[in-house]
């Protein structure tokens, strides 16, 4: 009985700070794959000296967009979008678990943002 106590405590402890951890991962994730994105959308403004017209919103659309862009997120756990205005914003948002509502932003002029991501460490970028 006391061998399953400490492992229940043990495990009290240790799966938050694994669902910390695996949020984490998939935060830096998104974040790396909207850089990815970036540099894309840069290397077009090279080639035609304008940004890419606006995508339809959704990660698909924005793949379609760009082809040479693969996330590494999955669909379950981000949507990214892809919006011109004078420049551009780069967006990702948690579609579920603990991610829904976590957003990630990026524009031409290199603002990052990072809004309603649940606290899990330090993962501002």
């Known amino acids: 009985m006391v061998v399953v106590a400490i492992i229940a405590i043990l495990a009290t402890v240790a799966v938050p700070g694994y669902q910390n951890y695996v949020s984490r991962s998939k935060i830096r994730t998104a974040q790396s794959d909207l850089m990815a994105l970036s540099a894309l959308v840069e290397n077009h403004r090279q080639r035609a000296l304008a940004y890419p017209a ?46 829904k509502g976590c957003t990630l932003s990026l524009t031409a002029d290199n603002q990052r943002a990072l809004s309603g ?8 970028w």
């Open 54 to 99: 606006d995508a339809a919103a959704g990660t698909a659309a924005v793949r379609d967009a760009f082809p040479g862009w693969s996330p590494a997120s999955t669909a379950q756990e981000f949507s990214f979008s892809y919006t011109a205005d004078t420049g551009y914003t780069l967006t990702a948002v948690g579609t579920a678990g603990r991610l």
């Open 117 to 124: 991501c649940p606290s899990v460490g330090d993962v501002s």
